[in-house]
């Protein structure tokens, strides 16, 4: 050993076998590229199928694999077609001369009915089997009349026979041949399909009856190098079907290869329960398979015949390449190699989505940046000055242009006219100008048409007041469409980002988790684990039919939770619709926090209609929202308005959009949709179940309440209600809640309604601090009933308070200790 590594390591002759390899590598592939390329699109292939189907027969008389094979041929490789009739025609002559007649007979036959059929029914594929049925009956009785003078019911029952198998076959073929003769094949193949391709082969197989070396059979050696193969690469089951199929084919031929058919399947039993021991645990299968029904079979005089097939079919198989059995496996579902092309397949799909759903996101990203630079791109500053020089030119243009004091004025003094015109101007747009006599009395004696300007002015700026609302509009909808943009590309950003997180491989963990499971008597079918993150667990399990005793959440939550250091819940299970069945069940992580929530609601008067709408909704991510709007008066137009804000609101939150464009968005949308001046405020609070961290966001609102234990905390804000202002910031408040901890939201009619208080917010922190209960909705209603009492009974405005408990998420069962195995902080090695 220690020589060997010398010699590799040797600075003369270490390159020079790693070029040598590296030389032998590069030949194989290009002598394997060479086959291929001569056997697929040279047609080779097409001809030594053709040649061998050409020679293949059942029972020593009927022949129903070439008709069926050209047929095929005829329709998915029509410039191929010319080449598998000649074979065909050469692989039965080489049988006899009686033998290729009969197919000539045949091909006529199909050509003259194929014709007579295209007249009636123009899709010739449809009709296919039945044109070959058709032909193969006539071909045959015609070919049996021209022996012997006439047909008896004895041919005409073998001509149906064979009409029929020559149906079957071509439906086969029609499964079998583009697996064959198409360039890119697909991504898996059904079993149904395995099956046909191998009816193909054995086929084709048949075509080698009679071909032997010193008694070795030339169709049983390829058969059992076949069944090794597909044994290898697909199991014990591919090889099994495999098996009894070609026997089955073999035997058909040969009515003496009968046996084959039960040796080949337990030969490829064999080699697939071995293949775990690679090409020489699949081979010593096919081998022990092999003698062990040869004994049973023809008995020791035909041992040593079948041991030299077998050995040669090894030999043919273990120089088989690699890349060969490879790129075979990633068509037979079941494999690692499929299971691989299966992946990267999907992962190509997931990268080419990701791919266009972030030139998506860019191309939004950049219509909201062209959109936010419009109203950025000149300063305040010079659009008024603009603005003001169009409006005097305007003005001048109907009041200067004929006046005879027009040079003194312009020319000579330009500034001071300039100067006082814009006073004038200014003065009447802020309606101070008939109160201003010393600037009245200037422009009079500065300008002789000074009651003509005047009017001018005031007409003018009517127009520009109007051209300036319209302005507006524009700018906040470009704003909010620019905002609205930006929001999209950050949520399709975000979905690129789901799309391209790969589920990670935990293999290792999944066995332990079965070998837990099943250790503890539970049945598991399957464990797939896609995520172990901290907050994200996220694994999928298939098991048995439990009758609704509820292991899932009784057992196998409790023993994950001990496993994974962490609180395992289900999230969804699939019951089994029989008993038979199996359950599917998902499990991930839970909330580390829970809430119980409590309102309290009523409208002004008593009535039915209320100014004040609320919400509680669970936003995904372990996040939950609470939200009051109150429209501003009382009634159904301000009911519209607070409902209009809170449903916006949630479909816009629920989307992904950050809540701050959300809200903006809500109040740009609110602006734009109305001219009257109607608003409304918004109090939203959203609460992460993870860390219990609590973001408010308070527009316009009456401050909230945190009581925890004795003490009270305000959390208030200053923004102004949604709708009176286009543009604004949101200011946003943080607090870190603990368990226990209350969070007590209010509209003003709870705030205010107190009567005779002068300070609302001592009030409202000593009759929460007096409270005995801390039950959410019991809280609630005291706190309406306080307010109610001290109006006498009286409801002045619209009220709403909701009340919110935030709680430790305490697992409905235990966990149940797994002893020895991973934990998740732990390394495996």
Request: with cysteine.
């Amino acid at each position: 050993m220690e020589k060997a590594e010398r010699r590799v390591n040797n600075p003369f002759i270490g390159p020079v076998i790693q070029k040598m390899n590296s030389w032998f590598n590069k030949t194989t592939k290009s002598i394997i590229q060479r086959l291929y390329s001569l056997f697929l699109y040279k047609g080779l292939i097409y001809l030594v199928i053709g040649f061998l189907l050409g020679r293949a027969f059942i029972l020593s008389e009927v022949i129903p694999f070439a008709l069926p094979f050209f047929g095929v041929m005829l329709f998915i490789k029509k410039d191929k077609a010319f080449l598998a009739c000649l074979a065909l025609l050469a692989g039965a002559l080489s049988i006899s001369v009686q033998h290729s007649l009969f197919v000539l007979l045949a091909l006529v036959s199909f050509a003259i009915c194929s014709k007579m059929t295209s007249l009636i029914i123009k899709d010739g594929f449809k009709t296919l089997p039945v044109v070959i049925f058709l032909s193969m009956a006539l071909a045959r009785c015609a070919f049996v009349y021209a022996q012997y003078g006439k047909v008896t019911s004895y041919y005409y029952v073998m001509a149906f026979v064979e009409a029929g198998l020559a149906f079957i076959l071509t439906l086969i073929f029609l499964q079998s041949l583009p697996i064959v003769t198409s360039k890119r094949a697909k991504q898996s193949l059904k079993i149904e399909e395995i099956i046909c391709f191998m009816i193909l082969i054995a086929s084709v197989l048949t075509g080698l009856t009679g071909v032997s070396f010193q008694g070795l059979q030339a169709e049983l050696i390829l058969a059992r190098y076949t069944v090794l193969v597909f044994a290898f690469i697909g199991g014990a089951s591919i090889g099994c079907t495999v098996g009894v199929v070609t026997g089955l084919i073999l035997s058909l031929a040969n009515i003496g290869n009968l046996y084959q058919m039960s040796l080949l399947a337990f030969s490829g039993l064999l080699g697939g329960l071995l293949k775990e021991g690679k090409k020489v645990g699949a081979a010593v299968g096919l081998l022990i398979g092999s003698l062990l029904i040869s004994l049973y079979g023809e008995g020791s005089a035909e041992l040593i015949p079948t041991l030299y097939e077998s050995l040669i079919a090894i030999g043919l198989f273990l120089l088989t390449p690699q890349s060969i059995t490879k790129k075979v496996a990633k068509y037979i579902p079941g494999t690692i190699e499929h299971s691989q092309e299966q992946q990267q397949y999907a992962r190509k799909i997931r990268d080419v989505t990701a791919q266009k759903v972030d030139q998506f996101s860019n191309i939004f990203y950049a219509l909201s940046e062209s959109f936010a630079t419009f109203y950025h791109s000149v300063s305040n500053k010079e659009s008024k000055e603009k603005e003001i020089d169009l409006l005097l030119s305007s003005v001048t243009e109907y009041s200067c242009q004929a006046c005879y004091k027009k040079n003194k004025c312009w020319v000579e003094n330009f500034d001071k006219t300039y100067e006082i015109m814009k006073q004038v101007m200014q003065e009447t747009e802020e309606k101070n100008y008939y109160k201003n006599r010393k600037l009245k009395k200037e422009f009079q004696q500065h300008c002789s048409k000074s009651k003509q300007v005047e009017a001018l002015i005031e007409d003018e700026l009517s127009h520009f007041r109007a051209n300036q609302t319209l302005k507006q509009k524009i700018h906040d909808s470009r704003r909010l469409v620019a905002e609205q943009l930006l929001g999209v590309s950050q949520v399709m950003a975000d979905f690129s980002r789901e799309i391209k997180r790969e589920r990670e491989q935990h293999f290792v963990q999944e066995e332990q988790v079965t070998e837990a499971l099943q250790h503890f008597g539970i049945e598991i079918q399957q464990v797939e684990i896609y995520s172990l993150d901290q907050g994200n667990i996220d694994i999928e399990m298939s098991i048995p039919y439990c009758n609704g005793h509820g292991e899932c959440e009784k057992l196998i939550a409790p023993m994950l939770s001990d496993i994974l250091e962490e609180q395992i819940i289900v999230k969804a299970e699939q019951c089994a619709g029989h008993p038979n069945g199996y359950c599917h069940v998902a499990f991930g992580s839970a909330k580390s926090y829970r809430v119980k929530t409590g309102v309290a609601h009523a409208a002004k008067g008593g009535g039915l209609v209320s100014g004040d709408s609320y919400n509680m909704m669970e936003l995904g991510l372990g996040k939950y929202a609470a939200a009051i709007s109150d429209g501003m008066g009382n009634g159904a137009r301000a009911h519209l308005e607070s409902n209009e804000t809170i449903k916006l609101l949630e479909k816009i939150l629920q989307s992904g959009i950050d809540e701050k464009v959300a809200i903006k968005t809500i109040n740009s949308i609110l602006s734009l949709r109305t001219t009257d001046e109607i608003y409304s405020t918004l109090d939203l609070a959203i609460l992460d179940l993870q860390n219990a961290n609590c973001k408010f966001l308070k527009i316009g609102s009456t401050p909230s309440f945190i009581k925890r234990s004795e003490q009270i905390i305000k959390v208030q804000a200053s923004n102004l209600p949604i709708g009176i202002i286009t543009e604004f910031d949101v200011d946003v408040v943080s607090e870190q809640l603990k368990a226990g901890d209350i969070l007590i939201m209010m509209s003003d009619g709870i705030f205010e309604g107190p009567r005779h208080v002068e300070n609302y917010d001592l009030w409202m922190k000593r009759k929460l601090k007096s409270l005995k209960t801390e039950n959410p909705q019991e809280i609630a209603d005291l706190i309406m009933e306080e307010v109610i009492r001290t109006r006498s009974g009286r409801i002045d405005d619209d009220m709403t308070v909701l009340v919110i408990k935030i709680d430790h998420n305490t697992p409905k069962w235990a966990s149940i200790p797994a002893p020895g195995l991973f934990r998740k902080n732990q390394e495996i090695s």
